[in-house]
């Protein structure tokens, strides 16, 4: 993971392909997941926490908005909700597609 922005109430984070947001078992300690990372992440940037403002599926790789307080959270997610902040979504394909651009209106 890399941060790509930091202005002490927003943090981008790159998150990797095959990184997972949670844990599937909580009671084990020995797996890889964003959850467990934060709280070394936020000390490193110098903050109490950090706290996810959407999710990214383990096999996608993307950008990931953290707040870094829970009503900088809770503003964000209003503002996703509302679509002020809009995500996109970019694929790479094994050869050229008929149609260049498209929008896929159903849930992925």
Do not use: C
Not at 41 to 56: F, M, P, T
């Amino acid at each position: 993971s890399k941060v790509l922005y930091n202005d002490h109430e927003i943090v981008a984070l790159w998150k990797p392909y095959g990184l997972s947001m949670f844990p599937k078992n909580k009671e084990a300690n020995t797996e890889h997941s964003l959850e467990r990372y934060l709280p070394f992440l936020a000390n490193h940037l110098g903050y109490q926490s950090l706290y996810e403002v959407h999710r990214i599926d383990q096999t996608t790789s993307g950008v990931l908005l953290l707040a870094t307080s829970q009503s900088r959270r809770k503003h964000l997610k209003q503002m996703l909700a509302a679509r002020e902040i809009v995500k996109s979504y970019y694929l790479i394909t094994n050869g050229v597609p008929s149609t260049m651009e498209g929008v896929i209106n159903v849930p992925i």
